[in-house]
């Protein structure tokens, strides 16, 4: 259990401000591929390279030992195609991590492992609307070999510059290989989940309580009636269950399936991760059955509202028929007519057509119709 604990501590420290003691990071003007982040050799868990071509990082590991890790960020075919040759990646896993847009999974070609992770970013709002963005994804694909591991990230959310860093400060757990830091990679997406999980059950929460509260908005509506936000907070729980749910295969298999590219101490330390998943998986999925339930709440109460509607109308419409009725009666030529030539007639007749209108409207008004 203390291995445990020391092993999450090393991966999930407080963030580091950008002052860090590792200030290499890749740019045209440092390397001739402007899609590398960064390339560093690893030995017996310290970098004992900066500034290397993969060529040169992979040139020093199959003579001194080690592994090699180069990070990309939405490399082209042609910036990846080099790299892809140096390290004998497959063309089917290379096209996938050039083109991205693709599910979690776990591939096996050759000696090397391919593993696809969905990155999920909360966007914040200052309030809910139909159109609110709420999670914004990306990808990170992680090729591990025996000697290396070249991580590709898609999008501008996942970076992994601060998890370089913080496993740069603990030699120990680098001296593990490239497992260590895939395993690194799959904690850090997963507690990103978990953040993630938390914001939007916020969301649901103040969406439920304006479901089920009364009164009305600004513009005079129910404060619940909105089920456009609704729908748009489901849409969005929905692309956060696509990230999530594809995943928990992969994680089982590094968890239970014996592997030679994954370290034995290493792989422990997936069922983690994978327990973990399990539990915000289990979490999206009832924010998928809780906005269902609050969407069929809301279309019932604006049902309820409209029959009330309906009600009152109905009510005041049966109202005005009585001296509409009265009025067409006496509007009609004939001579001979109740009261029709009495002094008090018209007077009579007024009374007698509000005592109705009088007793209808109590009457509606006992039942709860207006």
């Known amino acids: 259990m203390s291995m445990i604990r020391d092993l999450r501590a090393a991966v999930r420290p407080a963030r580091r401000r950008d002052d860090s003691p590792y200030p290499y990071e890749a740019s045209p003007k440092n390397c001739p591929n402007s899609a590398i982040v960064d390339c560093g ?3 017996e868990g310290r970098r004992v390279s900066e500034h290397v071509s993969p060529a040169a990082a992979m040139a020093s590991v199959r003579s001194e030992g080690g592994f090699a890790w180069i990070g990309l960020h939405e490399p082209t075919e042609a910036e990846f195609a080099g790299i892809a040759q140096e390290f004998g990646l497959h063309p089917l896993a290379v096209e996938d991590a050039v083109h991205a847009h693709q599910r979690p999974k776990l591939e096996r070609y050759d000696e090397t492992l391919f593993t696809v992770f969905k990155t999920v970013h909360y966007v914040e709002h200052a309030e809910l609307t139909a159109t609110s963005e709420v999670v914004e994804t990306g990808e990170v694909m992680c090729f591990t070999g025996r000697d290396f591991i070249v991580t590709v990230r898609h999008g501008g959310q996942g970076s992994l510059r601060a998890l370089r ?6 030699p120990e757990l680098l001296a593990k290989g490239p497992s260590a830091v895939l395993h690194a990679i799959a904690d850090q997406v997963v507690d990103g989940y978990m ?5 939007v059950q916020d969301d649901i929460d103040e969406v439920e309580i304006d479901v089920f509260s009364s009164g009305t908005n600004s513009k005079g509506s129910p404060k619940g009636g909105d089920a456009g936000r609704i729908y748009q907070l ?17 994680m089982q298999l590094l968890s239970e399936r014996p592997m030679r590219l994954v370290d034995s101490d290493i792989q422990k330390y997936f069922r983690d991760v994978a327990d973990h998943l399990a539990r915000v998986n289990e979490q999206v999925l009832s924010f998928d059955d809780l906005l269902n339930s609050i969407l069929q709440a809301n279309l019932a109460q604006a049902a309820v509202a409209q029959n009330e509607d309906m009600r009152k109308i109905t009510a005041w419409a049966a109202i005005f028929a ?3 009725m009265i009025a067409g009666i006496y509007g009609m030529n004939f001579d001979y007519m109740p009261e029709l030539h009495w002094k008090f007639g018209y007077p009579a007749m007024m009374l007698a057509t509000v005592a109705i209108c009088v007793g209808i409207h109590r009457g509606f008004k006992r039942n709860g119709w207006l």
């Open 234 to 250: 489901k849409r969005e729980v929905l692309e956060f269950k696509r990230a999530v749910s594809p995943l928990l295969r992969p």
């Open 322 to 324: 009585v001296p509409t």
């Open 165 to 170: 860093h913080r496993l740069q400060d603990d």
């Open 195 to 199: 953040a993630v999980a938390g914001a």
């Open 41 to 43: 050799v690893y030995r």
